[in-house]
């Protein structure tokens, strides 16, 4: 609680109003307190009840009235019996204004809410400012997106209660030309709320875009549904200061669609909920081994021969139309084919067409000799067609995507057996003596081809993921660290980023042990063991602080990202594994909150109140979202711990 | 557009083709790389599924079929292998001929005897049930028009229409074909085997795509050409517990997990209805209690609702058992005795810590020396008489009793004392012993008998050592929920205890996401074997509620709880790599019926069966 007031620093020119408002609540407090405890006011209370005691009228019990009231005490809202006497609080209306702000992620600049709401309605908020060009696009899509959320806490109520005649909201973004999400992008924003008579006034100040649609987003977390105030309305605090930054320039969420095939509609709706949680980047780990959905212009058989079916295929259209969705989102979409390992079906076609063979050990079996998990593949790297293919996938992507600063090489598990075993050797294509090296040329190679299709020009941030090669020797031989970034996804302990923190290299980090939100689930295949288990829980999620162990160069984290692989997951269940998880991360790489001492359970409390606060919005905007707990322990703060 | 089906005499098979033959001017299309399509076909000595390793073109497809080969998983699945794509597999014979006829849902006509209006009406939403599972199955455009026509008769030979443990639910199911003609035989002793039969005649179609040039892809439906199964299942009593009080479950998604229950052949909902944290039903004795006890006003069941679950489940074969957990596990709801001037009918009550007075916040437990408690109780049970058959079973909990919660009422310590009884965990238990008959005698009152079965978990009561002194075998039914490594169960077995069992360790769904609990995948709900003795009635897998609501229900139940049903319907003596491919099969049954099933593995490995073991 202490952290929190630290927290929460009032400006100073409002501390003499506050200390007045304090008082009158005060004088108020003690007003309610006397009219309830005098004795005529309890036995009138009792006279009312008695009358309407529902066990001497058992006709009217088919619609019961809500019997529950939230009264805020020590910072916690208690949940009493209706009294009929008292006003009667929603549990929502209640946390929005008891000791903690329900905002997620935190904010890390100021915050200074205020304690006074007001109702008002969706078709009352306005826009105000106007803008030109592409930039008038992005910002009227984000206020959209708004005011839909908005729009959609009222259910299938249509309240028409409002205290005020208008709700404006003012953008002010000053570099009126950024309109990428890069690596330097300014994502801060300020915000600020305040009544004047009868209009409600919001002003969003931001450097970018970026900046200003994160606004949005924090401005729709000052507005909440009221299910109690005249059957129903929509609030929203009457005043509030917010300044508010990332910590981590790089906030992502990687999804496979290749072990599972996941229709547009689903991935439209994970970044609808990354957009509620500040994350940034959408990691689509488009291909595998299992599967090719990628449906390339130029290499238009990979998907062919790839694909789970003609239903189960990412057109282009499809990808722009994501890449769009998720750029009103303040989202960039960085799609990734796994090579030179986890490739496989969707690159059997070479003979065929008399390119040979683009890909090794494909379906082979045993497949325990050949990779980590059936079905086994891995690309052709003594045949040039090999990238000549490659060239071209990475022209689509780029083209595709727009996304030339960042780009995702993939990289991880390449089995040497696979090679050793199943290339065709000769005095062309050289012995090895150690195929690390073979796997090092192809990584060079495909960096060749990668400048190509961009122009002549490496991306900025090639990210790979942690592997053998980014180990010593291999690392300084092949990965230039300039260019490179690598992906870390073993277990905190193996130290992986220590060494390349050491060494000059940046790094996302994706520790398996915390953030692969796809384990726990056994073992899928007959034999064998279950490959990450256990269950991520979102407490472990969200107490990973992995860079205040690493040591060094910390600045050279660019952040981290949380990854859900498929095997056991499709469109069925890929929400409800996601959230409210995926938004416990977000908040650890947007605010990286400091162990609170004084928790018992390593968790503050105040977090779980806020982070079931985010679940009840990500659900009213239509995700699906894991129960946190009984919603008992919802209702009654804190008394779950 | 034609779809004709020819015999081919294949060695000793006959196997099936659908050829699609496309007439109409082959007009020149561009060349159109996403016009590809995958084939399968089965291997017979293996019983697997294989795709092609190349896909096809549709164009070529059009004028080339190779036999053996089959334009959908589904539809190969059909006649690959003994048991093709039936889940629970039957435990009778079973035959199934290798050959397929395209047919479309609406060329079905139902023919119902020797019934009563009852059984009759009950049949023929059944005949509706069973059309519009047919429509999910065949998916959207499903707008082939074959000239197969197939007539399904129902031969239910008793007018037996009450769901017990001792319902025959055996049926026979005869499925002959002449020529386009298709004629289908279902007998039973009972409406509720007649429904097992429907069900296993679903999964003897498939829906598979059909290509035309020029419209894209339309669905249409194959059922094997001939069948014989004789089936009945080995355990009575084939459940899945829903707590709906942890987190409230609207009533829609409880009628889906109904849906999946009847697709799986389970037959128990053992509705786990209230707990400390809430009291959704609204009781029309009683509504304090879920005045005091729904987390809303909308989160309740209302009478209606119970009885339109009750027949919902009746329809689909399933009965749904009621628990009422006393007196532990009980609090909110009952904190209107004070108030009504009948003293604490529950005390702990969201008491904190929680940690001195239960094993799980909010606590509560009820009041045993409060005697207007049983008034309360006999209103409430009388309720649920009305509410439920009165020859239904009732579930009256009794799990996990905190003695220190009693140890630390002011009230119970004094009447103790007064009694002259001290308070060790001897008369504690001994207290809760008292509670239990008076709980039973209420009951009893009310429906003028002492014949019904009460069903009760396994607790400190039900210790081997115990148990006759308070629960005595004739009136009791023990559900035991400890690790399959405890021999509980058989030592009840030994004392003549009929049990029922929910082995922790792997029909704990909501194991997994807490403590130290590990989740319990397919293959292990599969392979939990129960002991074989006429006394164990069944199983139930159980789907506690903490950490469920309706967002994940559906994926955090299925398809684990299909697996056991399999274990509980035919008993099988082989392991899960005989069941994989089926149970797959039934996975995409149970999501084409609006179950968000859980993916169980890559789809490459559904398509490519057997090759990632």
Redesign the interface.
Known sequence: MFRYHKFIMKPAGLKKILYFLLLMCGVLIFYLMRYQFSPLSNLSLRLT?KQD???HN?AQ????????TWRCENEKCIRY?RNRKEPEVSLATCNMLCGSMQLWPKPTGLVSLGTRTISFTVDQIVLETEFVGALEKLVKSAFSCFKENVAKLCGKSDSKNSDINSFKINVNVIKTNVTKLHFDTDESYSLTLKTIKTDLVVIIKATTFFGARHGFETLSQLIWWDEYTHGGTLKVLKGALINDSPMFSYRGLMLDT????IPVVKIKKVLVGMAANKLNVFHWHITDS??FPF?SIRV??M???GA???D??YHPDDIKDIVNYALVRGIRVVIEIDTPAHAG?GW??GP?EGLGELAVCV?E?P?SAYCGE??CGQLNPINPNTYDVLEKLYKDIIELTKEDEIFHLGGDEVNLECWSRKLKWNNDTGYYSDLHDLWGKFTVEALQRLKKANGGKLPKHVVMWSSNLSKKPYTTKYLNKNNIVIQVWGPLQWGEGVDLLREGYRLILSHVDAWYLDC????????GE?AC???R?WQSVYMHRPWQILGTNRHNILGGEACLW?????L??VE?RLWPRAAAFAERVWNDPPFDAYAAVGVAEDVYTRLNTQRDRL?SRGL??????????S??PG??L | MIQKSYKLPCSMQLLLIIVTVFIGKSTCSSSN??????LWTCDVRTEKCHRK???VSIEKSFEFVEPLQHASLAACRLICGRYGALWPKPSGQTIITRQLLPFHPNAIKFQISNTNDQTKQYLIENTQIFHNNLLSECGSNCSSVFNTQVTIFLFPSSSEFTLRWDTNETYHLELVSKGNQVSVEILADNVFGVRHGLETLLQLIASYPVYHKHEG?SHGLAIVSGARIHDKPFYRHRGLLLDT????LPVDAIKRQIDAMAASKLNVLHWHATDS??FPL?L?????M???G????V??Y?PNDMRDLIRYAKLRGVRVILEIDAPSHAG?GW?WGE??GLGNLAVCI?K?P?RYYCIQ??CGQLNPINRHLYTVLSQLYQDVIDIFDEKETFHMGGDEVHLGCWNSTDEIINYLNYHGRNRTTEDFLQLWGEYQANALNAYDALVGHKNTQIIMWSSALTDVNIISRYLPKDRYIIQTWVPSNDNISELLLQLGYQIILSTKDAWYLDH???GTT????W??SYSNRLPKHENVLGGEVCMW?????E??L??RIWPRAAAAAERLWSNPDTG??KA?QRLYRHRERL?SRGI??????????Y??EG???
């Open positions: 009840n005691d529902p066990d058992p019990t088919e619609k019961q009235p809500d019997v529950w019996q290749a072990r599972n095939f299992q599967s449906r238009p058989k998907s062919a021969f789970y079916g003609r189960m295929v079906n059997n076609w065929s379906n079996q497949w059936p079905p726990g689930f056994g073992r899928w295949r007959e034999m279950a288990d256990p269950y829980t498929s095997e056991q997951v499709d069925d269940s409800a659900i699906v979202a894991e129960a946190m707990w009984p919603q008992w322990c209702q009654n008394m779950c | 790389e996403d016009g590809w399509r995958w390793p190349e896909p892809v009080a942890r987190n409230y944290q809430s609204v029309p004795r009683l509504p304090q879920a005045k005091y729904a987390y809303s006003s989160k309740v209302h909110n904190q108030q009504a969201n904190m929680w916040p909010p997994g996401f807490w590990q989740y319990h995948g293959r292990i509620g903490e950490l469920v609501d967002n994940s559906d994926n899960t790599a994989e999501v968000q099933a859980e993916a169980l593995a890559p789809r490459y490995c398509q490519n090759e990632c073991s």
